[in-house]
């Protein structure tokens, strides 16, 4: 009785069908990367924005491949941190945990601030606000996480549902605005020389880890039901739906107001498609845009809060955390010491205050995670793997070809965080 009472301590339940998993996933894709990084690469990269989504999304596609087959041959919390430990090397595994921590806490600070920037444009508050608003968003979510799983996962099915809508308001609303303006705003060019190919590469990496939310699937793979089928299932068909509604998305946007307007708007008040929708003469386009940007963020930050305080559970099981945080509520089925230290972390970030600092520094830190993912799709069992081994030598090849076309000081910052991390380890008692 004893031994079993210690597993459930420990030890997640599984509730997530194929549904609940998909819209897990594109409630964690389809919110900073749609709302605020489009205008952000746009602004680096021009009109081809466009194709810089399309390659990104080919590069995710080829993660996604590793991940799905990881995930669905080791179904347990952790994500690229489990499979580091297991295909690879205690180290790489520490490595993927660390980064994966520090790096969708940047991207959950981008989402909490993005919150705020589209609710203080929609009521005209001042720009004092964003921050305490942010964090208000981050201290009520991480309480509603608190409460397990299953009440996570209806939140989450709302805010997506109205999310999917609002963007295909957007899209369709905004098309022919976009159709009577491209010919001046969507100029593509072939990037010939060093300076465009390096920003081309650099908006690509941007827009990758808008696409990373997928792996919120694999870093919960605890708690679904049916690993191998539904674990692929889903992170396949939210790439792919989230796929088309950010080439719509950015489309129009950059067809009605230019890159230079958006990257602009987004440095101002980190609410770029809310202020083109003032212009659409439909009614209530600005309310229903701002509405699911709102509800967009909220989904973003909703889902990495329970996807790092997953990692952050397996972490402390295997002693590279402090292993109170291993803890599971009974009655919630939650680990929610790890919950509320997630929560803690991201409140910190947050007081940056700037989306695209901490944007980029989780684009550099996100492709080296996903490259120790391909890393272990390569080393698995031949027997295990359900997808050629192609796929993960590309998404290697895609992960570290981007990686350094972010700015110097972001991957360097990188870097010094990576050995911040190998002394935490040295330091632990179990490696003394």
Known sequence: MTEATDKDKTELRRALGISDATLMGLGSILGTGVFVSIAIAAGIAGANVVFCIVLAGLVAMCNAFSSAQLA???PVSGGTYEYGYRYLHPY????AGWLFMA??????ATAALGFAGYLSAYFHLPGYSIIPLALAACFALTLLIKKGIKKSSFINITIVSFTIISLLYFIIAGSSYAFNNGKSYLTFYIPMNFGSIGNFLNATALMFVAYTGYGRIATMSEEVVEPRLTIPVSILSSLIISSLIYIGVAIVAVGIAGSEFLSTTTEKNIA???SIAEGFTYGHARQIIAFGAITAMLGVL???ILGLSRVLLAMSRRGDMPESLSEINNTSSSPEKAVITVGIIICIIIFVG???TTWSFSAFTVLIYYAITNLAAIRMPRHKRLYPVHFSYAGLIGCMGLAFWIEPIIWFSGIILILVGFIWKLM???NQ
């Open 72 to 74: 669905a041959a080791t």
């Open 92 to 95: 790489a595994g520490f490595v």
């Open 103 to 108: 790096a969708k806490s940047a991207s959950a």
């Open 272 to 274: 770029p498609l809310e």
């Open 302 to 304: 909703l889902n990495l």
């Open 354 to 356: 700037n989306v695209k």
């Open 428 to 430: 632990l008692p179990n």
